[in-house]
């Protein structure tokens, strides 16, 4: 059973950047495919980003594409999701994710979530 530990997140200018990162441990990291999702409050969990098991397709919803990027380290066993251009409305908990399988942008389909991280972006 995979676990998942989220870090980076903070308080944040609009337009400045943060970077998130997410430590895996367990079975081996590389069968997952993984994806970060955000919740604000009062808010349902939203999709950002996903990437697949080699790191080669990388997938975004409009409200981030161009300004996310997701990436990450097999030999770390890490995740990491790049947040530049950072606006009011991405303040939320940001909260990685892990699944077997195929790809998803549907929170219900992921097997195992970290803790999450506050991200804060003030106007």
């Known amino acids: 059973q995979a676990q998942l530990v989220e870090s980076g997140g903070g308080w944040v200018q609009a337009g400045g950047s943060l970077r998130l990162s997410c430590a895996v441990s367990?079975?081996?990291?590389?069968?997952?495919?993984m994806a970060w999702f955000r919740q604000a409050p009062g808010k349902d969990r939203e999709f950002v980003a996903a990437?697949?098991?080699?790191?080669?397709?990388?997938y975004y919803p409009k409200s981030v594409k161009g300004r996310f990027t997701i990436s990450r380290d097999n030999a770390k066993n890490t995740v990491y999701l790049q947040m530049n251009s950072l606006k009011p409305e991405d303040t939320a908990v940001y909260y990685c994710?892990?699944?077997?399988?195929?790809?998803?942008?549907?929170?219900?389909?992921?097997?195992?979530w970290g803790q999450g991280t506050q991200v804060t972006v003030s106007s």
């Open positions: 990437i697949n098991r080699s790191g080669g397709s990388t």
């Open positions: 367990g079975p081996t990291f590389s069968n997952y495919y």
């Open positions: 994710a892990a699944k077997t399988g195929g790809d998803s942008d549907i929170s219900g389909r992921y097997d195992y």
